[in-house]
Structures are given as structure tokens and as C-alpha cells.
Nanobody, 128 residues
Framework: QVQLAESGGSSVEAGGSLNLSCATS????????MGWFRQTPGKEREGVAA????????YYADSVQGRFTISRDKTKNTLYLQMNSLKPEDTGIYYC?????????????????????WGQGTQVTASS
């Protein structure tokens, strides 16, 4: 079991920045993939950024490449998402997710189906 708790969501103007945090606890030492996903009403949850933990390899959706940065602090068991140059289309509920004992997640790290553990989400709003 892995427990996750997001924080840092807020309302900002387009072009602004936010840094989301995801505190993890439980069986964190066996995680294979960790990621950030977002969802808006009427749309499916989409992968934004992910890390394959054994190698520290980051993955990004095309829509956020160059603007968002995912990172992980092992000493604090915390996952981060630095979001710069925010656009109105980045608005949504952002969820942190993790999975363990699943090396296959490296092939599709942005697929929600690869993740068993989810946080409650934090709202991000970028207004024009």
C-alpha cells in the first residue's frame, strides 16, 4: 500500500507558475512508476508527467513538454511537479499516482491504467 497526498494547487493567471507536491507514505521503497495526471469535467484522466523510479527517467505529455518538470526527493518521499507558463487548458484537478512491483509501467508511464494508488487531487486553475 502507498498513500499519497497532493498540495499546492491554486488559481493563477495564464503565464504564471505553480509547484505541486505529493507526499507519499507506506510501501514507497517498492514503487516503480510515479506520475501526475489531470482531469477536467467530461474528459478522461490524462497523464501529464511521470517518472520510472528505478532509473529516474522522466516522461512528459506533448502538451506540457518544455513547460512542466517532474522531480522526486527520495529523502522526503515527495514527488513534485513544477508548472511554468501555465495556459487556460492546463486547468483541472491534478492527481498524484504511484504503482509498485510493476516494471511494465516503463512502457506506458502516462497511462492511468498502470497505477494502483491515487491521491485525492488538487485543483489548478489558469485563467486568461
Amino acid at each position: 500500500q502507498v498513500q499519497l497526498a497532493e498540495s499546492g494547487g491554486s488559481s493563477v493567471e495564464a503565464g504564471g507558475s505553480l509547484n505541486l507536491s505529493c507526499a507519499t507514505s507506506g510501501n514507497v521503497y517498492t514503487t516503480t512508476c510515479m506520475g501526475w495526471f489531470r482531469q477536467t469535467p467530461g474528459k478522461e484522466r490524462e497523464g501529464v508527467a511521470a517518472i520510472y523510479v528505478p532509473f529516474g527517467s522522466p516522461y512528459y505529455a506533448d502538451s506540457v513538454q518544455g513547460r512542466f518538470t517532474i522531480s522526486r526527493d527520495k529523502t522526503k518521499n515527495t514527488l513534485y511537479l513544477q508548472m511554468n507558463s501555465l495556459k487556460p487548458e492546463d486547468t483541472g484537478i491534478y492527481y498524484c499516482a504511484a504503482d509498485n512491483f510493476n516494471p511494465g509501467c516503463q512502457a506506458v508511464p502516462l497511462s492511468p491504467n498502470q497505477y494502483a494508488y491515487w491521491g485525492q487531487g488538487t485543483q489548478v486553475t489558469a485563467s486568461s
